[in-house]
Every structure is written in C-alpha cells, then in structure tokens.
C-alpha cells in the first residue's frame, strides 16, 4: 500500500471504532444501519422517515443537501435550509445525522449540525478537501471513488488521518463496469480486503452499488456476511418521488424488513444487532 502509515492494520494497532453518538459506534461488534433518503426534501420527509426508521431499528440518519448532480440542472439540495432540518430532526428523535460535505466552505456550517461528514465518491480525491476534512473534529464517512483502486481509497484514508483526524469509516458503494443492469458493482472483495489491510471500520452502500430497489436487501446481508461493519442505505416516504435516486429508494417498510433480516446474518459470524432502545419515542 505504497507509504500508508497511519492506516495500515498493525499487530500492535486495535481496530479502530467510530463513535457517532454515546450510544452509537461504528466498528464494534455490533453491526450499524444508517437509513434515510438520497436528498433532505423537508421536514415532513425527514420526521416521517425518522419516526419509522427508529423503530427498525436505524441508528443514523443519512441525508444529503448539498448534492453531486450530474446535470447541473438537476436539484442542488437544500444547503442551509435543509442543515436546518437535519438539525431538528437530530434533536427530536437522538439519532445521529450523516451529510455529506462537497466544498472547504461548507465543512464548518455542517459540522454545526452533523456527526458524521461524508465525503462523496466524487469527491474521494479532492486532496484539500481530505486535508481540510483532516482537520474537522467530527468523524468522516469516505465514500470509494467510483473508479477508484483499493490502494487509492486507502491513501485516500490516510490523507484524512495524516492531517489529524482518526475518525474515519470506509465505504465501498459500487464500481463502475459495463454492464448497464446494475448501476454500479458492488465490489465485495474490496470489503474483505480493506479489513484485512486497515484497522478502520468498512461499511457497504448498496444503493448506489445496484441502483434498483430489488437487489438491495440480498446485497446488505452479503455484505454484512463479507465483514461489513455497517450499511448505509437510501429509503423514503415515497420512493417514486425521492428527487433523486428514486429507482434505488426502498419504502420504509422494507427498510424495517432489511434491518431485521440482517439480524441472522450478523449472528451467524458472530457479531450483534443493535435492539430497539428508546419505546418511549412510540407514534401515538
Ligand atoms: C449519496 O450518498 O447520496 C451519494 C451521492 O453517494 P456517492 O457519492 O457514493 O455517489
Ligand atoms: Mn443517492
């Protein structure tokens, strides 16, 4: 891994574990489910997902407003309206917030009001923006580039970590081939692998991976099969009326039934669920 230092499995070095919350930690034995929409739309969106998602139970909130779009004249995001609700969300229901940073500038308005700072695939070798994010007192969920090797993710990691942050969680979210049927490919061994090379915890975005809605939830439990310490999957009220990503948005319901198919799988290799905890948040 060329002169990786700092990310680098070692005998001495324990895996490293992410703490999103007092309650939440990414890399433990338990497996962590981050559930939300592609795009923060509002905060009728946000609370109906919020409501339903604790219960799965979801431990994170995912949720983006600042968006990489392809066509530029494609919905942006929210930006600080949408901050606003991914704030009051956070408060009403204590489930930690994941929202990913596209610019420097933006890193300080979103730490405000997130717990973890996703860099987006698009971004996974923007090198001042590592540096910068290097330097943010909040953990980082770093998104594979969508045709990127596994020695440039790890590298990648390292520029965070060799700028002074030590809070990072690697995700692998499908890549780039030629085959049209699935969005992207969903590269399993890179999972086993990256656990294997680093210490930090590895978690698996499906959603973008296969781009349909069906073969999301065989690729979660294949996932957390491989060693994946988490997933990172896109739901919504509405699926066919996400703004975006609509083709790959499960309904709330079967995020609930992803989560709990999970359970078995997770058991299997010797690793938990994390069980429902807080009843009194229950819809009247
Ligand atoms: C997303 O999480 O909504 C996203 C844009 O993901 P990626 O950067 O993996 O394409
Ligand atoms: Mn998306």
């Known amino acids: ?64 407003v600042y968006k990489p779009r392809t066509s530029p004249y494609a919905f942006q995001g929210m930006g600080l309206e949408g901050l606003e609700i991914l704030a009051e969300v956070r408060k009403r229901y204590e489930m930690p917030i994941v929202t990913e940073v596209m610019a420097i500038s933006q890193i300080e308005e979103i730490a405000a009001c997130a717990d973890m700072l996703q ?33 440039e993710f790890v590298m990648a990691a390292e520029y965070i970590m060799s700028y002074g942050n030590p809070n990072v969680v690697l995700c692998e979210r499908g890549i780039r081939s030629f085959d049209p049927y699935t969005r992207n490919v969903l590269d399993l061994g890179a999972v086993v692998a990256l656990k294997q090379i680093t210490h930090l915890p590895v978690i698996v975005d499906p959603s973008h991976a296969a781009g349909k809605r069906e073969l999301i939830a065989d690729l979660s439990r294949g996932a957390i099969a491989c060693g994946a310490d988490g997933l990172i999957i896109e739901c919504h ?48």
């Not at 890399?27 to 795009?39: A, D, L, M, S």
């Not at 998104?143 to 020695?151: D, F, H």
């Open 237 to 284: 009220p509405e699926p066919d009326k996400s703004v975006s990503d609509a083709r790959q948005a499960l309904t709330l319901d079967d995020m609930v039934n992803l989560v709990r198919s999970v359970k078995p799988v997770a058991e299997a290799i010797g690793r938990q669920v994390y069980e429902i905890q807080r009843p009194q948040l229950a819809i009247a």
């Open 119 to 151: 860099i987006g695939s698009r971004n996974m070798q923007n090198f001042d923006l590592l540096k910068a994010i290097g330097q943010a007192n909040k953990p980082v969920l770093l998104k594979r580039g969508l045709a990127s090797t596994i020695e």
């Open 1 to 64: 891994m060329k002169d990786a230092k700092l990310v680098v499995k070692s005998e001495s070095h324990r895996n490293t574990i992410v703490h999103l919350s007092d309650h939440v930690a990414i890399g433990g034995q338990k497996i962590v489910i981050i559930g939300g929409p592609c795009t923060v739309e509002s905060l009728t969106q946000m609370e109906t997902v919020a409501q339903h998602l604790q219960f799965a139970p979801v431990q994170a909130l995912r949720g983006g």
